[in-house]
Nanobody, 125 residues
């Protein structure tokens, strides 16, 4: 079992920055990869970023490349999503998720077994 708790969401103007955090508990944090997803109103949940269990490999969806950075601190059981140059289209509920099996496509929701409750990000124009 893995429990995930996100924080750091809020209201920000376009061009601003936010850093999301996700604290994990339960299973050894350094033994699994982590991902961030987001879900805008009326839309499906979609992949944003992923980081490998050791933090050496990352993946991003094209729309956030160069603006968002995923990182992790295994000593603190925490994964981060640094979001810069935010745009109104980044408005969504952001979820962190744990991939404990290490199989499946990194961008696929079904690859991730455990999910946090989500944190709201609103970017005003």
């Amino acid at each position: 079992q893995v429990q995930l708790v996100e924080s750091g969401g809020g209201l920000v103007q376009a061009g601003g920055s936010l850093r999301l955090s996700c604290v994990a508990s339960g299973r050894t944090f350094s033994s699994y990869s982590m991902g961030w997803f987001r879900q805008a109103p009326g839309k499906e949940r979609q992949f944003v970023a992923r980081i490998s269990l050791g933090g050496f490999s990352t993946r991003y969806t094209d729309s956030v490349k160069g603006r968002f950075t995923i990182s992790r601190d295994n000593a603190k059981n925490t994964v981060y999503l640094q979001m810069n140059s935010l745009k109104p289209e980044d408005t969504a509920v952001y979820y962190c998720a744990a991939d404990i099996h290490g199989s499946g496509a990194y961008y696929d929701i079904g690859t991730y077994l455990y999910w946090g409750q989500g944190t709201q990000v609103i970017v005003s124009s």
